[in-house]
């Protein structure tokens, strides 16, 4: 059905990269959330308000908001098409990240407003008239959204957004919610326990576990997150098919939001070598990264000297020193400078987020471990995160 969907109403849908294919998937899980999503708000409202259930009534209330953020997903994609401008000069995909956090609060918001009924259910009992009417339209419900929320999942996954990701999450866990209001229904009827009020404080938790994870998703993606492995594959790749690169290091990746990605990265190339074709070179993997990836990407050229077995020597001395303190570190950019009274051995360390210490404790330890080579010799050390 999704494949079906996505061929009668998305042009070139393939081309995930252009917006208004983008905005195209978007306006098309919009308008499906909100037919399907009005459709279970009519029907469990109806049967809710006959039966007398608080369970199944909030589940429709919970129908009806995730109509509304069918509304939000759907203008949403409409905003992040918009090409770059003045205010926005890298383009409006990141709207997408605020509409998720909206989506979330919505989540969030009725999972508290139905956890209030239902507690208020169980302080204050009221009879639940059992009707086969409630059952098939939960059952329907539950295949609705299961449905519903495997599509849109599809479709997040295809085209990377964290909106439609959220969509879909909030879909399960609706058909999740809708299951435990079922099985209430039906605990009631064999038993003539009423476990309504009982069973929407499950479903109340549910969703709003739900809403606190897609907030926290949305919440990295705004301050900022590592890139995926993937993204950090391809650019390194792209590197390794150079043999004039020797090294990379100091690389940078910027997200902002699916088709807008921008880097920057240092390349380590011979110090004796043509600086016109080393920098055709650089030029190069920009273009391909761009081309091939849709990754903007800035390139530093680092020349090291690669034909000085002293520098060479001193290199791998003072690596091996610095992982006397710590395996994990790596070092760049090394290069040393004589004086007339002492050398200065100028270099990059790479610190592991994991490593707690404080810089200045960690450049002490290595500026301790190179005064021990020679008492002339002085560190110089810059501390890189990553």
Same mark, same amino acid.
């Given at each position: 059905m999704t494949a079906l969907l996505t061929r009668l109403f998305v042009k070139n849908s393939a081309d995930i990269k252009d917006p208004a294919v983008r905005a195209a998937y978007g306006t098309l899980s919009g308008i499906v959330g909100i037919v399907v999503n009005l459709i279970l708000f009519a029907a469990k409202f109806a049967v809710g308000t006959l039966s007398g259930s608080i369970a199944i009534t909030a589940d429709a209330v919970n129908n009806l908001s995730d109509a509304g953020s069918s509304i939000i997903s759907l203008v949403t994609f409409r905003i992040s098409a918009k090409p770059a401008d003045?205010?926005?000069?890298?383009?409006?995909? /990141?709207?997408?990240?605020?509409?998720?956090?909206?989506?979330?609060?919505?989540?969030?918001?009725?999972?508290?407003?139905?956890?209030?009924?239902?507690?208020g259910k169980i302080l204050h009992p009221a009879e639940t008239v059992f009707r086969l009417s409630s059952v098939v339209i939960l059952a329907l419900s539950i295949g609705c959204k299961l449905w519903l929320g495997l599509f849109n999942r599809?479709?997040?996954?295809?085209?990377?957004?964290?909106?439609?990701?959220?969509?879909?999450?909030?879909?399960?866990s609706d058909a999740l919610s809708t299951a435990a209001v079922l099985f209430s229904l039906l605990i009631t009827k064999w038993t003539g326990f009423d476990t309504d009020g009982y069973?929407?404080?499950?479903?109340?938790?549910?969703?709003l576990v739900a809403g606190v994870r897609i907030l926290n998703e949305t919440k990295n993606s705004i301050l900022g997150e590592?890139?995926?492995?993937?993204?950090?594959?391809?650019?390194?790749?792209?590197?390794?098919?150079?043999?004039?690169?020797?090294?990379?290091?100091?690389?940078?990746?910027?997200?902002?939001?699916?088709?807008m990605t921008i880097a920057s990265l240092h390349i380590e190339v011979d110090g004796t070598g043509d600086i016109f074709a080393l920098h055709d070179l650089m030029d190069t993997i920009e273009k391909r990264l761009y081309s091939e990836h849709h990754i903007l990407c800035t390139v530093h050229m680092?020349?090291?000297?690669?034909d000085d077995e002293r520098v060479s020597a001193l290199r791998e001395r003072t690596l091996a020193a610095v992982r006397e303190i710590d395996e994990r570190y790596d070092i760049h950019d090394f290069r040393f400078v004589?004086?007339?009274?002492?050398? !200065?051995?100028?270099?990059?360390?790479?610190?592991?987020?994991?490593?707690? /210490?404080?810089?200045?404790?960690?450049?002490?330890?290595?500026?301790?471990?190179?005064?021990?080579?020679?008492? !002339?010799?002085?560190?110089?050390?810059?501390?890189? /995160?990553?």
């Open positions: 003045r205010e926005h000069p890298f383009g409006h995909a /990141r709207i997408e990240y605020v509409s998720s956090m909206i989506v979330s609060f919505l989540i969030l918001l009725i999972g508290y407003e139905l956890l209030s009924s239902s507690i599809s479709l997040g996954k295809k085209i990377d957004s964290g909106v439609l990701r959220a969509t879909g999450a909030d879909s399960l069973m929407g404080v499950i479903v109340a938790i549910i969703i590592a890139p995926s492995e993937e993204t950090v594959k391809i650019i390194l790749d792209t590197v390794a098919e150079y043999p004039q690169a020797l090294g990379t290091h100091d690389m940078m990746v910027h997200s902002y939001g699916a088709g680092d020349p090291i000297v690669t004589e004086g007339p009274t002492h050398t !200065n051995l100028i270099f990059d360390v790479v610190v592991p987020f994991e490593d707690t /210490r404080k810089q200045e404790a960690v450049r002490a330890a290595i500026e301790e471990k190179i005064a021990a080579f020679d008492g !002339n010799f002085y560190a110089v050390v810059t501390i890189d /995160r990553g």
